[in-house]
């Protein structure tokens, strides 16, 4: 299964680095001629834009897992460093029962705790990752509280975690740079 998912992470990751080239049209082609061009692809609205972008990757009693697809990329000036945001959607009774109590005062009456969004980097060599920011945010969109790391603290990646598998998509966006 985890061979299943992790094909399906890097034909994710590689199909949309693939270069298109489309056919040129010349003026001498179509000299005199008006051509509209139809797209059979019908405009994304902002919500099913925002849906796209993130790619489930792992599921536990706290949550649902997912990674911003457009935002993993290179460390500047470290060639063995990927950063990607990733989001945990809230889904553990005790877990969500916590937060709502942890963030009452911020909550209106009918907002609720929704989800969290980490900046991580991973160290693909050392296979080390670290938290750099966590927001959490609720279901309306209010941000609830944003911790940012004062410092880069790497620690090694935990075996059949979210870590684990988010370090091997970092890992094969690395492999395919």
Same mark, same amino acid.
């Given at each position: 299964?985890?061979?299943?998912v992790m094909?399906?992470?890097?034909?994710?990751?590689?199909?949309?680095?693939?270069?298109?080239?489309a056919? $040129?049209?010349? +003026?001498?082609?179509? /000299?005199?001629?008006? $051509?509209? $061009?139809? /797209?059979?692809?019908?405009?994304?609205?902002?919500?099913?834009?925002?849906?796209?972008?993130?790619?489930?990757?792992f599921?536990?009693?706290?949550?649902?897992?997912?990674?911003?697809?457009? +935002?993993?990329?290179?460390? $500047?000036?470290?060639?063995?460093?990927?950063?990607?945001?990733?989001r945990?959607?809230f889904?553990?009774?005790?877990?969500?029962?916590?937060?709502?109590?942890r963030?009452?005062?911020?909550?209106?009456?009918?907002?609720?705790?929704?989800? /969290?969004e980490?900046?991580?980097?991973?160290?693909?060599?050392?296979?080390?990752?670290?938290?750099?920011?966590?927001?959490?945010? /609720?279901?309306?969109?209010?941000?609830?509280?944003?911790?940012?790391?004062k410092?880069?603290? !790497?620690? +090694?990646?935990?075996?059949?975690?979210?870590?684990?598998?988010?370090?091997?998509?970092?890992k094969? !966006?690395?492999?395919?740079?």
């Amino acid at each position: 299964m985890r061979k299943i998912v992790m094909f399906f992470l890097m034909v994710c990751i590689v199909l949309p680095c693939l270069p298109i080239h489309a056919e $040129e049209k010349t +003026s001498e082609r179509h /000299s005199g001629i008006w $051509e509209m $061009e139809m /797209s059979n692809e019908k405009k994304l609205t902002p919500e099913e834009e925002e849906r796209a972008r993130w790619v489930g990757v792992f599921a536990n009693d706290m949550g649902i897992y997912l990674f911003d697809k457009k +935002s993993l990329a290179k460390v $500047e000036n470290q060639k063995d460093q990927i950063q990607v945001l990733v989001r945990t959607v809230f889904n553990g009774p005790k877990l969500v029962e916590q937060l709502q109590e942890r963030y009452k005062v911020k909550l209106a009456a009918d907002d609720k705790v929704g989800f /969290s969004e980490t900046q991580m980097i991973f160290n693909v060599d050392k296979r080390k990752y670290a938290v750099i920011e966590t927001k959490v945010i /609720s279901a309306h969109g209010v941000l609830l509280e944003d911790i940012v790391a004062k410092t880069t603290i !790497f620690k +090694s990646v935990p075996v059949k975690t979210f870590a684990d598998t988010m370090y091997e998509v970092a890992k094969a !966006f690395n492999q395919n740079q």
